[in-house]
């Protein structure tokens, strides 16, 4: 990929000249971003359609249109809401032009980056076309709000999608309606926009013909070099993970060594970034025999892998590896969101077979019921995953650009909108930060596996239900009697704070629910040198709405790292002298973090 720079040329008045040629050159380089995009769809390597979710946007806005163009009454009444907003806003932008104080028809809200600079307020041109777009936008979701009849899923969607076209038709998102943007190619004689469609060419040609949107520079951020460097090896492996045993930095463990299990749709080392942020090398160093699970990257071959297929070469044959390495029986685990629920299920399966393999068991923004899952049941329903499984059949597997997608849509305007604007319009690349580039290193997910996971947890919500079936064993979550840590984040949009507080209720044993500050991933890698956020504790998880809970919370300042060692340490405090890592019984195969983290998709 080519360099980018980010140096601007001064411009001590317009050239225009300079203006001109730089438009040619951007117009070049757009050229050249069709071409990526065009060149597999000629040479056969990827072919348009109507994507699935198409079909779902018209059919859901077709039951809102039906309710408010089925009566005349209604319509006229829709139409004139809008036009007296538009009236309304001509009238107090005359009276400004005219010098008086006109307050507002609308404004943004205060937390709403995209409208920050002051030119926004200052300029009546800028003003104008911000309150008119408010003013639609709300106009918008007051159709979804107000159209009876609607059944909650088709509401939750038809507000998803009205979110994210008018997301998408922000005045901020172009050249000529966003000052910041104007300024900027103006001073420049459009040099930004130069950059801009040159970094557009180039992330449309990686992305084999789809634009896929840089959130960091991957310079300096590579996989063993700048990030998942704390020592270790990997010690056993099969066709669908490597298990991660890594080196001691203390004289005495603890006897019970701790098992992680992240997502298979992520990488491990959102947990391993650079040094000062990794969980596990704090994990190590606080006296733990960490080891952990690093999923493979899938391709076609691994299809048919299913979710009993996960739990048995996953966490099932982790426990059997760390028991030959280290002869002790008995684990710690750790399962962040979905391998969380993988975790769960897991635990459930060894109560019912009565097999005494875990100590304890602690769940990062995790969900065991989905009925309160958020955003993301967005995507569930019969139709949707029924379409989605035809896909996944023909190519085998879900390519991780897609759940990268879904979940990017779930705060578009953050990680999307804003990198539209500050990588093509502003030409600015975005910096080196190891936390987006995980985001953007995203993997596949066997169609079997994932089809089972949207059914039996999103769609039929059967763990929780105790009608879920792996390895033909029914699983009851109520036989889980280990402790449990049970991890929520406040601002999370994956795995909401109230469904992880009412999932606690479904396990057997003690459950400590603590509250996060932050989010679904910096309320969760939040090191305590840091000095950031918080987090609340409450003994009481019955039958409590999380208001409530939090009206009844104490609240801790900093990371739940250290919270979390100490409630460890309750359970379970016995040491040893410090393990080497491996045996004769399993020698190290690799330097860790393994190979199967390097595969990208």
Same mark, same amino acid.
């Given at each position: 990929?080519?360099?980018?720079? +980010?140096?601007?040329?001064?411009?001590? %008045?317009?050239?225009?000249e300079?203006?001109?040629?730089?438009?040619?050159?951007?117009? =070049?380089?757009?050229? =050249?971003?069709?071409?990526?995009?065009? $060149?597999?769809?000629?040479?056969?390597e990827?072919?348009?359609?109507?994507?699935?979710?198409?079909?779902?946007?018209? &059919?859901?806005?077709?039951?809102?249109?039906?309710?408010?163009?089925?009566?005349?009454?209604?319509?006229?009444?829709?139409?004139?809401?809008?036009?007296?907003?538009?009236?309304?806003?001509?009238?107090?932008?005359?009276?400004?032009?005219?010098?008086?104080?006109?307050?507002?028809?609308?404004?943004?809200?205060?937390?709403?980056?995209?409208?920050?600079?002051?030119?926004? %307020?200052?300029?009546?041109?800028?003003?104008?076309?911000?309150?008119?777009?408010?003013?639609?936008?709300? /106009?918008?979701?007051?159709?979804?709000?107000?159209?009876?009849?609607?059944?909650?899923?088709?509401? &939750? &969607?038809?507000?998803?999608?009205?979110?994210?076209?008018?997301?998408?038709?922000?005045p901020?998102? @172009?050249?000529?309606?966003?000052?910041?943007?104007?300024?900027?190619?103006?001073?420049?004689?459009?040099?930004?926009?130069?950059?801009?469609?040159?970094?557009?060419?180039?992330?449309?040609?990686?992305?084999?013909?789809?634009?896929?949107?840089?959130?960091?520079?991957?310079?300096?951020?590579?996989?063993g070099?700048?990030?998942?460097?704390?020592?270790?090896?990997?010690?056993?492996?099969?066709?669908?993970? =490597?298990l991660?045993?890594?080196?001691?930095?203390?004289?005495?463990?603890?006897? +019970?060594?701790?098992?992680?299990?992240?997502? /298979?749709?992520?990488? @491990?080392?959102?947990?391993?970034?650079?040094?000062?942020k990794?969980?596990?090398?704090?994990?190590?160093?606080?006296?733990?025999?960490?080891?952990?699970?690093?999923?493979?990257?899938?391709?076609?071959?691994?299809?048919? %892998?299913?979710?009993?297929?996960?739990?048995?070469?996953?966490?099932?044959?982790?426990?059997?590896?760390?028991?030959?390495?280290? *002869?002790?029986?008995k684990?710690?685990?750790?399962?962040?969101?979905?391998? #969380?629920?993988l975790?769960?299920?897991?635990?459930?399966?060894?109560?019912?077979?009565?097999?005494?393999?875990?100590?304890?068991?602690?769940?990062?923004?995790?969900?065991?019921?989905?009925? !309160?899952?958020?955003?993301?049941?967005v995507?569930v329903?019969?139709d949707?995953?029924?379409?989605l499984?035809?896909?996944?059949?023909?190519?085998?597997?879900?390519?991780?650009?897609?759940?990268?997608?879904? @979940?990017?849509?779930l !705060?578009?305007?953050?990680?999307? /909108?804003?990198?539209?604007?500050?990588?093509?319009?502003?030409?600015?690349?975005?910096?080196?930060?190891?936390?987006?580039?995980?985001?953007?290193?995203?993997?596949?997910?066997?169609?079997?596996?994932?089809?089972?996971?949207?059914?039996?947890?999103?769609?039929?919500?059967?763990?929780?239900?105790?009608?879920?079936?792996?390895?033909?064993?029914?699983?009851?979550?109520?036989?889980?009697?280990?402790?449990?840590?049970?991890?929520?984040?406040?601002?999370?949009?994956?795995?909401?704070?109230?469904?992880?507080?009412y *999932?606690? =209720?479904? @396990?057997?044993?003690?459950?400590?629910?603590?509250?996060?500050?932050?989010?679904?991933?910096?309320?969760?890698?939040?090191?305590?040198?840091?000095?950031?956020?918080?987090?609340?504790?409450?003994?009481?998880?019955?039958?409590?709405?999380?208001?409530? /809970?939090?009206?009844?919370?104490?609240?801790? $300042? #900093?990371?739940?790292?250290?919270?979390?060692?100490?409630?460890?340490a309750?359970?379970?405090?016995?040491?040893?002298?410090?393990?080497?890592?491996?045996?004769?019984?399993?020698?190290?195969?690799?330097d860790?973090? *393994?190979?199967?983290?390097?595969?990208?998709?």
């Amino acid at each position: 990929m080519a360099d980018v720079t +980010t140096e601007t040329q001064s411009a001590t %008045k317009f050239d225009p000249e300079a203006f001109s040629m730089n438009l040619a050159r951007a117009m =070049q380089s757009s050229g =050249q971003a069709l071409a990526a995009y065009l $060149k597999p769809r000629e040479n056969g390597e990827a072919r348009d359609k109507p994507p699935n979710e198409l079909g779902e946007v018209i &059919k859901t806005f077709s039951a809102v249109a039906e309710f408010w163009l089925s009566d005349e009454t209604r319509s006229a009444e829709l139409k004139s809401k809008l036009t007296k907003a538009y009236i309304d806003l001509w009238g107090s932008s005359m009276r400004r032009m005219a010098g008086e104080d006109a307050k507002p028809a609308i404004a943004p809200s205060p937390r709403d980056r995209r409208f920050s600079d002051p030119e926004w %307020k200052s300029n009546q041109f800028f003003d104008f076309v911000l309150q008119l777009y408010l003013l639609t936008t709300q /106009w918008a979701h007051d159709l979804v709000r107000n159209a009876e009849g609607l059944d909650p899923h088709t509401r &939750k &969607k038809a507000e998803f999608y009205v979110q994210q076209i008018t997301n998408a038709l922000s005045p901020s998102n @172009f050249v000529l309606t966003n000052p910041e943007v104007l300024r900027a190619t103006l001073a420049s004689n459009g040099d930004n926009l130069v950059r801009g469609m040159k970094m557009l060419a180039e992330d449309v040609e990686a992305g084999h013909g789809t634009l896929r949107i840089r959130q960091s520079d991957p310079s300096n951020l590579v996989v063993g070099v700048n990030m998942a460097t704390t020592p270790g090896k990997v010690i056993f492996q099969n066709e669908l993970m =490597q298990l991660i045993q890594y080196a001691p930095s203390t004289e005495c463990v603890l006897r +019970t060594p701790l098992l992680i299990v992240p997502p /298979w749709i992520n990488k @491990f080392y959102i947990l391993d970034l650079k040094p000062e942020k990794s969980f596990i090398k704090w994990c190590v160093d606080q006296g733990l025999t960490v080891f952990v699970i690093s999923w493979v990257n899938p391709d076609k071959s691994l299809g048919a %892998k299913t979710f009993e297929d996960y739990m048995k070469g996953g966490p099932l044959a982790a426990m059997d590896a760390i028991e030959r390495a280290t *002869g002790e029986m008995k684990v710690h685990t750790m399962g962040y969101c979905v391998g #969380g629920t993988l975790l769960a299920s897991t635990l459930a399966w060894l109560a019912e077979k009565r097999r005494v393999r875990v100590t304890s068991a602690t769940f990062l923004a995790a969900q065991v019921d989905f009925t !309160r899952a958020g955003d993301l049941l967005v995507f569930v329903d019969e139709d949707q995953i029924s379409a989605l499984e035809r896909d996944m059949q023909a190519a085998g597997v879900l390519e991780g650009s897609k759940m990268a997608m879904a @979940f990017n849509m779930l !705060r578009s305007n953050d990680l999307i /909108w804003s990198y539209v604007v500050s990588n093509y319009l502003k030409g600015q690349p975005p910096s080196a930060f190891d936390l987006l580039h995980w985001n953007s290193d995203a993997t596949r997910m066997p169609a079997a596996n994932h089809s089972y996971y949207l059914r039996n947890c999103y769609l039929e919500n059967r763990l929780s239900a105790g009608t879920m079936v792996l390895d033909n064993t029914l699983l009851d979550l109520s036989k889980v009697k280990v402790p449990i840590y049970n991890l929520a984040t406040r601002e999370d949009h994956i795995a909401p704070a109230d469904s992880v507080l009412y *999932g606690s =209720q479904f @396990f057997g044993g003690p459950v400590k629910y603590v509250l996060s500050g932050s989010g679904h991933i910096a309320g969760v890698v939040n090191p305590p040198s840091s000095g950031k956020y918080q987090f609340w504790t409450n003994d009481n998880i019955k039958d409590v709405a999380l208001a409530d /809970w939090i009206k009844g919370a104490q609240e801790h $300042k #900093g990371s739940w790292w250290p919270d979390w060692r100490q409630w460890l340490a309750s359970i379970d405090a016995e040491e040893m002298p410090a393990r080497a890592v491996g045996t004769a019984a399993l020698p190290p195969i690799e330097d860790a973090p *393994g190979s199967y983290v390097r595969v990208r998709a």
